[in-house]
Each structure stands twice: as structure tokens, then as C-alpha cells.
């Protein structure tokens, strides 16, 4: 499906939706272009460069959906009646039914706004690049393996409803990382940088600088000595702090999350304290150039900052039009879906903690008798309310200083215990995107960004030796 073609199927799109034979019909036709490759060692592992291209269609017939997806754009007369013919089925048989929010109908065009556009990088000078990134840690000493990865992706989108929305966008997803890796005597330990960006190749160009830092934290880790478990106040970085904000609390902030389970409606009640008044959660759309930038949702919603907890109490949440509907709130615009082969449900863009009153890291030691700095994220899992986060580093703090560098650090908790447990919020807010990305119901990896500024945690339960 090339550009005019899709350009040219609004026409087509619009008079599919104008007589439709259901309560709402939704057609989605998208074009994506993926351009990858990673160094594993000294080898290029992989290298791809594909396209793909179909058309989701959505319709609501007395409030049960029918979804059918098509890769042949010549099929979309088939795919509507299929879709309708599917919802009218699942009404007969389905007590439960779904309620849209309302929105205004928007018609649009939103064109790409490249800072600088991979498109015009010759594949053969990113892989150049990324060469020698690779060739740089590789020459570290002590270092035995390396893994570097890189992608850019490109997708246009026209978005037609029978409500008379029309949305043509194009957008882009660009994300790379390099991870050293040491190994003695059949322990193996990791330090990576990444970078992402939406609209600018530029930021491939930074990681060079970092190489020598993670070549010494790999190796350092094979020395340090395993953490003590207890209980300690932890400083958390901007990225692990990010991390567990979208992963602990953002999940729990979707729409779906709340509307589908009476028990936590009833845990994340609007208007209950979850904090200290200097804590603060937002979850935006608006800020260019971070991977979770959006301008319009897949549902045709405009983008915009929702705030999460204001002044340690619960305010908001994300929404598609379907959840808003359900909880009687309005779409907030988090409608999100990875490809025309799903369904947008609620999605996180950029989640961030707001800066607070307490200074910078240094601010946050004082007074800290026994502690630990806890930077970035190796991993982690949620189960509802409960969480588990693997620092990629970690040091002791001693009376009120950083001391010596410590592994196996593992935070573990209740995330509504633990953010009443944020006794400092810093003002350095930092948002870094990676290479990586979010996942949800079988819908990954979803271009999310998240940053924050230094926490301090009191009472935080850490597993080790």
C-alpha cells in the first residue's frame, strides 16, 4: 500500500461509513514501514526491512462490538459486512454491552515534523554508526559480548468513523540501544545505554559518550558484593522511578483496568489520598518528540496532559471512549493500538511524577543514615497492586553519602503503600526515552516514554543475600 494509495481511500472510507447498518462503524487503514537490525559480538545478527499494511474495522450494533481486520484494501466492502454482520451476532448473544463516550468529531490531516528523518540516513551509514558503537564496547576490557540494536518506523493512518470523524496522520518511532556485557567465572552481568525519539534521528549520535561508563559498570558489578536484604530507605533514579510509575501505578491508572473490576473501582475511588501533598502524576500526549507523543488517539481523540494524582490524591485516569462510556468520564485520549491487526484499548503516552520541593540527589541523601540508590531498571513484574523491580545499579548510601556499589538489589512492595512511603520528590525531573517498549494484552512493544525526578522511599522491603 503505498502513500497515494492510502491518501486516496478517504473518499472510498467515508461513504463505507455513511450508510453503515449499525450503531457505529470505524474503519482504520494504516501503512507502516520498519527498518531493524542488531549486532550480537562481532556478528550482524539481523538485519530487516519490511512493510505491512490492512484495515481494522470496528462495528457496534446495541452496545457488542464486531472486529475483523483485512490485509487487502480491495476487501473493504467484505470486511465491513463481516464486522457487522459479527456485531449483530455477538448482540444476541451477550448480555453486557459497551457505551461510547461522546466526542466532537474531528476531521484533520496531521503530516510528519521530522527534526531529522531517518528516511534520509543511508541504512549503510546507520549500520556504520552502530557499527563502531558495537566494535567500541567490544574493545572494553573485561567485556565478553555485546548486543546493538536499532530500528526505525514509519506509519500513516486514516481513521474514518460513521460519526464523521477523519483523521490522517503519519507518524514515526525511532529506538536504539547498546548493551556491554561481562562474564567471570559463570556469572554474567550487563550495562546498556538507550535512546528513542519520534521525530529525530539525531539522538542515534549521543550514545557514544556513554560507552565507557557501561564497559565499567559491567565489569564493576562482577566485584560488587551482593546487598544485604532488609528494609531500607531507597533513592530511586529519574529512570527507575519512571519505570515503576508507569508499571506500578500507570497500568493500574487504564481505563479497562478500573472499569472491568468492581474491587478496584473501588480501590482507585477519585478523591482518595495516595500521598504526600508534594506528590504529583500526570500521563500526557503533548510532548513532542518523546516516543509517547501523540497528536490524535486511534479513536480520533485529541491528545492532551491528564493529570493522575494531584497533591497526593487520586484525580484521574486514562480512558478510550469505550471505558470513559462505562465509568461515565470523558476519553482522555489514551485510545491506543500497535498495528490495524488490533483493537485500540486504553494505553499509556508519557507518565511522569511531577517535580517536587527537594532539591537534587544530594538534597535527598542528607540525612539518610543506611540506604540505597537504586538506578534504572534490569526488569521486573506487577500483579495488581503488587510489584517487584531489579535495579540495573545500586549503591549503598552511608550517613548521608554514597558509598560503595552493591548487586541483586530487588524492590519489592504494594504500590499504594509504597507512594505514601515517598517521603522527598526531587526538581530535577528527568525524561529519558529508551529502545524498548510497553506491553498489554498480547499489544507489544507500544512506543511509551516516562521520567521522573529523584524520589526518596522510606521502608522499602529489598531481597538479596
Known sequence: MTPATLASLKEDLQELTRNPGCDYLEIRAEDTEKTSFRFLGKELET????????????????????????????ELERGVADAVEAAKTSAQLAASTSVLASIEPQEVAVPLNMKRDPHDVPLSDKIELFGRYNDRVLAGKGITSSNTYYFDTRRRLTLVTSEGTCVEKEDADIGCSVAAIANRNGETRTASVSQGSSDDYGVTGTLGAELDGIIEAAVAMLDAPVVEAGTYTVICDPNLAGVFIHEAFGHLSEGDNVA????????????????????????????KGLRGHIVYDDEGVPTQKTQLIRDGKLVGRLHNRETAGKLRERPTGNARAISYRFAPIPRMRNTVIAPGPHGGFNDLMKGVKLGIYAVDSAGGQTNGELFTFTARHAFMIRDGKLAERVKDVTISGNVFDTLRNVDAVGSDLSIRDSGGGCGKAGQSPLPVSHGSPHIRIQNCLIGGR
Open 260 to 287: 472491568n473490576d468492581s474491587r478496584m473501582r473501588e480501590v482507585m475511588t477519585l478523591g482518595r489520598e495516595f500521598g504526600n501533598p508534594f506528590l504529583n502524576v500526570y500521563d500526557t500526549g503533548l510532548d
Open 47 to 74: 538485519l530487516d526491512n519490511n512493510r505491512s499494511g490492512g484495515a481494522a474495522i470496528r462495528a457496534l450494533v446495541n452496545g457488542r462490538w464486531g472486529f475483523v481486520t483485512i490485509n487487502d484494501l480491495d
